[in-house]
């Protein structure tokens, strides 16, 4: 089920499910994060830009 974060934080926002995919809608960079204490990077994704996950499991992110 898709979710939207109209104004993503540069703080650590957890998802309430793991995400296999991204759309990046925003003229800001996107961290993206395997675990709840946005410690573990994934990639970061770059603004307006759409990318899925297969091989990874992002749990939390926020803005750069």
């Known amino acids: 089920m898709p979710e939207k974060y109209g104004d993503p934080s540069t703080s650590c926002t957890v998802l309430p499910f793991v995400a ?13 994060y395997g ?15 759409f990318h899925s996950y297969p091989s990874h499991e992002v749990k939390a992110f926020r803005t750069l």
């Open 35 to 49: 675990d709840k204490a946005c410690t573990q990077l994934i990639l970061i994704e770059p603004a307006q830009n």
């Open 20 to 32: 296999k995919g991204l759309i990046n809608a925003t003229e800001r960079r996107t961290a993206l």
